[in-house]
């Protein structure tokens, strides 16, 4: 059989953000983490407690499963990086980490009303999130075999861009056929389809296993098409032994590597914070705005079109201007647009006071909803060029490994801040100010990064 042609393999590797980002969409923002809180809500408001502590209480418990799988990740992605660098294969273990994924995904669907199995559903979500992050780790590493270096800007904004496009095309299917509202009833008052309850909330229950399935057909074609270089490694034994030595290595010379080691660092606050945005932006809603599932769908609908656009442009940037200016922007952005959030209430805009059925408050955080779909898809779309010019050639998939460490080594620290900041003060506006802190030191980190890295 003839190998697959350089355009089929870019599209084949593109179709992996194409495949997970219903996981990012779907899951842990737009309808699966709102109905984990709203089931959560309901469970502690029954046993007793009040509203506001129930949802600020929720809002906590989400964020403690959210930090120990992020914790578990960044424990295990060096290793697993160095070592498939070591043994030259990657391919196997993103089919191990695959199934891992659909395993998770599908397990959602166990997140039943009644007796609400909190510790299940967390277990399950960690499992699917592992998988997740771990193929991340293998693919993203590919991407410096796609093209030349003025070249990979571009190609990793495509590929973004056609996740989002994923994103948008699996949510508007969601939140038309299968999540219900409050009534019972999909975005277009219809039941859901295939005969599901809408009582036992099997709708929304769906995203599940419809995540599962989208990730298993769309990654038909990066398995087919996709292709990865053999470094001539012995085998997997062998392979270990030195991908321990080597990571040992890599991170003992750390602290010489300025550039590196500030990228890792200033990437590990910036992604934090951002994913805390994307986590508990729809929490936030549910609980603030009393906005229903399907409510925070649409709002997720706005920053995917956003996100999609500002990828896509991002990529344009990023070959032009280099990745750093595109990052260094939408940290600002992102700052910005945090801190308004926090004035966002049902009662007021800015601490100014609007009436109580005003839909100033809904169009305000919509508006902050689609600056944090664009500055999201650009940014992520710039730092994963930013880690190939940082990373060295010969240890891409370690790199990656390093830059999954830096991207969750505090993973649990966004979504632990906002859980310790939401019980303290039992409100969610001022749970999640610790996020505008996280990108602060992430900007400060940047500037000790050479656009170039440290071949220069």
Known sequence: MAAPSHGKRIWGWMMYDWATQPYHTLVITFIFGPYFAEQVIA??????????????????????????????????????????DSTGRRMPWIRVFSALYVVGAFGLWSAAPADFPVVTVLLVFGIGMIGLEFTTIFTNAMLPDLGTREEIGRIS???????????????????VAFAENETGVTLIGIAPLFGLDAAAREGTRFVGPFVALWFVLSMVPFFLWVREPRNGHGGHGAGFGQGLRDLGATLRS?????????YLGSSMFYRD??????????????????W?????????????????????????????FGPKSVIAVC?????????FILTITRESVLFIAVAQDSALPDIAFYVAGGVIGACGGAIQSASRTMMVRQANPERMTEAFGLYA?????????APALIGVASDITGSQRLGITPLIGLFLIGLILLAWVHPEGEEV
Do not use: C, H
């Open 273 to 290: 914070a951002l994913n805390g945005m994307y986590t508990f932006g729809g929490i936030y809603a549910l609980g603030a705005l009393e």
């Open 331 to 339: 940290i600002v952005l992102l700052m910005g647009v945090a801190g």
């Open 405 to 413: 460490l830096s991207g969750k080594a505090t993973s649990f620290l």
């Open 254 to 262: 750390l602290p010489a590597r300025r550039s590196l080691f500030a």
């Open 157 to 175: 904004g495509n590929g973004w861009a056609w996740g989002y496009v994923g994103g948008f095309i699996s949510l508007i299917i969601m939140l």
């Open 43 to 84: 469970m502690l408001t029954a046993d007793g407690m009040s509203s506001d502590v129930a949802k600020a209480q929720a809002q906590s418990i989400w964020g403690y499963g959210l930090a120990l799988a992020g914790l578990t990740i960044a424990l295990l992605a060096p290793i697993l990086g160095a070592v498939a």
């Open 292 to 320: 229903s599932v399907v409510d925070i769908g649409v709002f997720g609908i706005l920053g995917i079109v956003t996100g999609t656009i500002f990828a896509y442009f991002g990529g344009i940037a990023d070959a032009r």
